[in-house]
């Protein structure tokens, strides 16, 4: 008998339960992503989107449940099996979080930080050529390999957050978080980055999880969607089920 092959879950939340010292932010918080996801988590200011997303990524721990990313549980390993499993995610922050002072390719090379330990990756100059080479790759896919040696501060808003798509993907991650990755952009560079984004992602097959605050990206981006209000996860629906209309009830 034929089986359809079924996708790897990259991430699965079970009961997640986050609190700040007596403070809870949500809890009983369980989903499960599939490989090549992109998933839009939305809410008000405050409904703990950015926490969750850290708590996913192992970079908090959770107060109650688990978080298994890319098969591993990352409350209950160690250190080193962490940052393995670290090695295969991105990250792109809503500031771009790049060096001011070091050049753009330097910063991209920082992205491969995790995959060898030691001061290789600090700079591009003590970097191994495939290294260099992978981060001029990254740029190219950004449209910024003509910026590779200038300064970080000298970049626009837009073009920084290229450059730290660049630096996010140069470790050819399997999961990709990205947090209001577009927040501090206008609204046309925000759609470009969007855009730009998503193409990177679908072409690689890459499961995404981002946060937004534009009800049109969650669902132009999204092909599904987790909706946190109240501390609870209050909707998990595919992009495609949705309305604007849908969405609007998590803010209320
Ligand atoms: N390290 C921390 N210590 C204590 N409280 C925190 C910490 N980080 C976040 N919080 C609180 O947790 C709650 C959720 O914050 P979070 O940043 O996750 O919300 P969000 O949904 O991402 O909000 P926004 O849309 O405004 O970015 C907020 O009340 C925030 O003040």
């Excluded at 390999?145 to 470790?171: K, M, N, P, W, Y």
């Excluded at 501390?231 to 998590?250: E, I, N």
């Amino acid at each position: 008998m034929d089986f359809a092959p079924v996708s790897p879950v990259d991430i699965e939340a079970r009961g997640v339960a986050k609190r700040f010292g007596e403070t809870p932010i949500f809890s009983d918080v369980s989903f499960r992503l599939a490989r090549g996801e992109a998933v839009a988590l939305v809410g008000a200011n405050g409904a703990g989107k950015s926490t969750l997303l850290r708590c996913l990524m192992g970079l908090i721990p959770v107060s109650g449940g688990s978080v298994h990313l890319l098969g591993q549980e990352t409350n209950a390993i160690k250190a080193r099996a962490l940052r393995d499993v670290r090695s295969q995610v991105g990250l792109v922050s809503q500031k771009h979080n790049l060096v001011p002072r070091l050049s753009v390719l330097s910063n991209v090379v920082h992205g491969l930080l995790g995959t060898s330990p030691g001061l290789r990756h600090w700079s591009h100059v003590l970097a191994p050529e495939m290294s260099r080479r992978a981060a001029l790759h990254a740029l190219d896919r950004v449209g910024m390999a003509g910026f590779a040696q200038r300064r970080a501060d000298r970049l626009s808003g837009g073009q920084s957050q290229r450059v730290a798509i660049a630096r996010a993907i140069v470790a050819a991650p399997k999961v990709l978080f990205a947090d209001e990755p577009c927040a501090s952009l206008d609204p046309s560079a925000g759609a470009d980055v969007m855009d730009l984004l998503f193409r990177l992602v679908r072409d690689q097959g890459v499961t995404v999880v981002f946060t937004s605050h534009n009800i049109d990206h969650a669902l132009k981006y999204g092909n599904r969607v987790l909706g946190l209000a109240h501390g609870r996860l209050q909707l998990d629906a595919t992009a495609a089920s949705l309305v604007a209309q849908d969405l609007r009830g998590l803010y209320d």
